[in-house]
């Protein structure tokens, strides 16, 4: 019998707990997890040429991805980060006004808003490429976050609003690479690289990412609990 989404994420969770590679914060369980070897998979992102010609990348705002989006202030490259549940969009971070040193600071979901500003939709610069976090990911690029969906959407939305497919990166522990028949819906994201601790690959996935949002999956609670949905639908459908 083929395993939920769920399933496989408790048992991710529960993998990770019992090889000790989890990192603060705790629990690990209902989140996407930070782990151990995070620096080491940032570094194996930044020597992927998709990275180092983008000018514009796009970093989920979690634990494990702190190396990541510090990174990419210090290439004076601008970050984008959504907000936490997507409630504000995006803030936009230029590296022009992160004073040196303050990279790593500039970067956290505390200080975010105090260097960077939340940006309009309609005024989102072009993004050349998105980097998640998650939970679960095969090697064919089928990936489960911690199941609320921000990722899928958030890739989702930049579509609705005019920016081209672009190549997703994602990074995990080893342990966190399943081969089980991971399930998939047709709004779910799909990463095109991954990189652990000690390897990056591409996954060359046979899947297509979304094209935009799938509408008749948005519901009324939705829509009040990401106002970005509202306001797509008046940008795109006004």
Same mark, same amino acid.
Not at 56 to 69: A, E, F
């Given at each position: 019998?083929?395993?939920?989404?769920q399933?496989i994420?408790?048992?991710?969770?529960e993998?990770?707990?019992?090889?000790?590679?989890?990192? !603060?914060?705790f629990p690990?369980?209902?989140?996407?997890p930070?782990f151990?070897?995070?620096?080491?998979a940032?570094?194996?992102? !930044?020597?992927?040429d998709?990275y180092?010609?983008?000018?514009?990348?796009?970093?989920?705002?979690?634990?494990?991805q702190?190396?990541?989006r510090?990174?990419?202030?210090?290439?004076?490259?601008?970050?984008l980060?959504?907000t936490?549940?997507?409630k504000?969009?995006?803030?936009?971070?230029?590296p022009?006004y992160?004073?040196?040193?303050?990279?790593r600071?500039?970067?956290?979901?505390?200080?975010m808003?105090?260097?960077?500003?939340?940006?309009? #939709?309609?005024?989102?610069?072009p993004?050349d490429?998105?980097?998640?976090?998650?939970?679960?990911?095969h090697?064919?690029?089928?990936?489960?976050?911690?199941?609320?969906?921000?990722?899928?959407?958030?890739?989702?939305?930049?579509?609705?609003?005019g920016?081209?497919?672009?190549?997703?990166?994602?990074?995990?522990?080893?342990?966190q690479l399943?081969?089980?028949? #991971?399930?998939?819906?047709?709004?779910d994201?799909?990463?095109?690289y991954?990189?652990?601790?000690?390897?990056? !690959?591409?996954?060359?996935?046979?899947?297509?990412?979304?094209?935009?949002?799938?509408w008749?999956?948005?519901?009324?609670?939705?829509?009040?609990?990401?106002?970005?949905?509202?306001?797509?639908?008046?940008?795109?459908k006004?």
């Amino acid at each position: 019998m083929r395993k939920t989404k769920q399933a496989i994420r408790e048992e991710v969770w529960e993998t990770m707990e019992q090889e000790k590679v989890g990192r !603060f914060p705790f629990p690990l369980r209902g989140r996407i997890p930070n782990f151990k070897g995070a620096e080491a998979a940032a570094r194996h992102v !930044f020597s992927l040429d998709v990275y180092k010609d983008a000018k514009v990348v796009k970093v989920n705002p979690d634990s494990p991805q702190l190396p990541i989006r510090a990174q990419v202030l210090k290439d004076k490259k601008t970050l984008l980060i959504p907000t936490p549940r997507l409630k504000d969009g995006f803030v936009m971070i230029n590296p022009a006004y992160v004073p040196s040193g303050e990279e790593r600071k500039a970067a956290s979901l505390k200080h975010m808003n105090s260097y960077g500003k939340v940006v309009p #939709l309609d005024a989102l610069p072009p993004i050349d490429v998105l980097i998640v976090g998650s939970v679960a990911l095969h090697r064919d690029g089928r990936r489960l976050g911690k199941g609320e969906g921000y990722a899928d959407r958030e890739y989702a939305i930049l579509r609705e609003l005019g920016n081209p497919e672009i190549p997703v990166i994602g990074t995990v522990n080893n342990v966190q690479l399943v081969d089980e028949d #991971l399930p998939r819906d047709e709004y779910d994201l799909v990463v095109d690289y991954i990189a652990t601790e000690s390897e990056v !690959f591409a996954t060359h996935s046979p899947y297509d990412k979304p094209r935009g949002i799938v509408w008749d999956e948005v519901t009324d609670e939705d829509k009040k609990e990401m106002k970005v949905l509202e306001e797509i639908w008046k940008i795109t459908k006004g």
